[in-house]
């Protein structure tokens, strides 16, 4: 199979299919540096593999300019109808999803119950990694396995997300956060977060790969102090004429009281509707949200008390 964004393939006649996105933000290159690791290990020993593995890389053309995107952002373009009238689209970033969408049909052919996606992100804060998973049982199965904060209900606020499009077409499907980007730590985690899902997939068995283990156990030993299972209670939408500028200091997981001010837009003061931890918060010129609010799970503080 040949095509511009497949930065590499391994394809088995039997298993399951793992699909992994790098670069669909052109300014995030520890996805394709972590694929490159791994993809060497995959060259080497390819007996040690019970199912195909396809590494493929996002947005090209902004990866080149290191740039989030270049006209619009390719994470928020996939909806179908989109997609089928992606060809006749002025904006440059609908060539990319039009041949990333080709790309996917032709390697899951329909079955999407035996392809797994993982999209490989980073993010501008500073610290407090963590994976979203789409709103189906398998995709929180396996986003619970990689010891690290996990947000639901994130997806839903995020429609046109890849995540979103192939996690409702019932392909399990899962966003990781590797860290800040362009960082050795991010690069770190985002392999990690490879590895786990090989062998959470069954790809690769644990006693092939020892080193597996002693993966896990790092990205738990470095969430140990956060909060697990959390769900999104509040999303800050920005608008493109919007002149927005996050208060210093914010990084994910940070505690957030209700009524807060955390930012500025327009002039004026933004502050949190919801008590909960800051997710996101933008500190990039480029994005559409400008900062999340979540909560533990079970805690009762969104009822405004
Ligand atoms: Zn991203």
Known sequence: MKDRHLFFALEKSYGP???VIGGMHGNEHSGPEAMQRVATQLRQNPEKFHGSVYFILGNLKALERNERFVDVDLNRIWRDDLIRDASDAKQYDFKELAEIHELIENICQGQYKDCIL????TFSAD?????????????EKLARSFGVPYIEKLARSL??????YYGEKGMTSVVFEGGKHNTAEATDNLERAIWITLEQTGIIRAGDFPFVEQ???HLERISRNLPHRLEMVYRHKLEDY?????N???????????GEPVARQNGREVISPFGGF???PLYQTKGSDGFFIVQERGSRRKNKA
């Open 17 to 19: 299919k793992l699909l």
């Open 127 to 139: 610290s407090g990694l963590f994976c979203i998973p789409a709103e189906n049982p398998s995709s």
């Open 278 to 280: 800051m997710l996101m």
């Open 248 to 258: 210093e200091g914010y990084y994910n997981f940070k505690s957030v009281k209700q």
């Open 242 to 246: 919007h002149h927005y500028r996050m």
């Open 215 to 217: 993966m896990k156990t």
């Open 118 to 121: 993982l999209d490989l992100h």
């Open 159 to 164: 429609p046109e997300t890849a995540l979103n």
